[in-house]
């Protein structure tokens, strides 16, 4: 049978799995997907967090000593999800360690309620380096244009990120330009830039979701023919901006001092069309020097029947530009579907926090009860 996690994984990309739990934790299943399925990182979001407290029963021993203690609610959702941060951390320190530092990491968000707030978010993210105490963490910290100075600045104390919610090239090339300046300035603090990681996480489906209902509405064929091609069009042409960034002479004496890139991260790899191959934004962005963080349905669809076609993202510049230039035509602007995406990707994980906060509250309700 072949072996297609591992044909991904030979041909460069970075396989994560976009997802952690206490149950997934406890039952061994996380070092069975880094054992088995070539999974070598984890990403987490409040969403995630906000399905995986649902279990209550899994946390239902440190929810009842953090009520006993009386914590109000904030301290028990920090308490609860670094806990499990921690323990991934550690599961995927054989990862860290084989790879020099590269992968084996593990991602957890700031409070994304300071998505506007650069010098809380700051705050926060030292606060979880702190708190989780791996060092092969990841914070993450949204490419806002808040967000933007807190990675500069976290990046100069020696704390690697992961940024997300990047839609838009543009804003791309500014977190680009944000992670020159973190290294710029650790190395003036005295960090050793080759201890220092970063990812910069692309979202992907998400795009062709709003694109193709705009164009769903236009209903001409011309509309009909651009179906489902925007996110990879999107994501290649990052691509050709990071290509770009990590050419110049700013990154080459960086890289001199011992830097490492910032990788591009592809994440939202889940179709939400359910006509399009559930494995379309895996096989359409393969290449080497990325991450592809996927959810477990998605990770398993690939091992079960995805196909790799060679570089899919190499020299498709020009016709990713032509199918942005299309859209334009048609009335559909690049700029406003980016920024919808971004606000509503900090309004959904906005909710999804305070879905998180009931949730630990009832559960602390109950225990105190």
């Not at 991904?8 to 061994?28: E, F, K, P, Y």
């Not at 603090?189 to 979202?203: I, P, Q, R, T």
Request: aromatic share 8%.
């Amino acid at each position: 049978m072949t072996d297609r996690l591992k044909a991904l994984a030979d041909a460069g990309v970075s396989i994560w799995i976009d997802d952690v739990s206490r149950q997934r934790l406890s039952t061994g299943n996380l070092a069975e997907l880094v054992s088995d399925k070539h999974v070598v990182g984890v990403t987490s979001n409040p969403t995630i967090f906000a399905k995986a407290l649902s279990d209550a029963e899994v946390y239902a021993e440190q929810t009842k000593d953090l009520a006993i203690r009386g914590v109000d609610v904030e301290e028990a959702i920090r308490a609860i999800t670094t806990y499990d941060i921690r323990w991934a951390c550690d599961v995927l320190r054989p990862a860290y360690d084989a790879s020099g530092g590269v992968d084996g990491r593990v991602s957890i968000e700031v409070d994304p309620r300071l998505a506007h707030e650069t010098d809380k978010t700051i705050a926060e993210a030292r606060a979880l380096w702190w708190l989780v105490d791996r060092e092969n963490l990841f914070i993450k910290i949204p490419a806002t244009s808040a967000g933007l100075p807190a990675i500069t600045a976290t990046l100069a104390q020696g704390i690697s990120v992961n940024v997300t919610l990047i839609f838009a090239i543009d804003r791309y090339r500014e977190v680009m330009d944000a992670f020159f300046a973190g290294l710029e300035q650790a190395k003036a603090n005295g960090h050793d830039l080759s201890k220092l990681e970063s990812v910069a996480s692309f979202f992907v489906s998400r795009v062709d979701t709003e694109v193709d209902k705009r164009l769903e509405k236009l209903g001409s064929e011309e509309a009909k023919a651009l179906r489902s091609k925007a996110a990879i069009a999107n994501a290649r042409l990052a691509f050709e901006a990071y290509e770009q960034a990590f050419s110049t002479d700013r990154w080459k004496a960086l890289e001199a001092a011992g830097a490492r890139p910032q990788r591009p991260l592809w994440a939202s790899t889940s179709t939400k069309d359910p006509s399009l191959p559930d494995t379309l934004y895996v096989t359409e962005l393969a290449t080497q020097g990325v991450v592809n963080t996927m959810p477990e349905a998605t990770l398993k669809a690939f091992e079960d029947h995805g196909e790799l076609t060679g570089d899919s993202v190499r020299g498709t510049y020009d016709e990713a530009r032509k199918v942005i230039a299309d859209l334009e035509a048609l009335g559909i602007s690049y700029d406003d579907v980016v920024q919808v995406l971004e606000d509503e990707g900090v309004e959904k994980f906005a909710v999804s926090w305070k879905e998180l906060i009931d949730s630990v509250r009832t559960a602390l309700e109950g225990a105190r009860s």
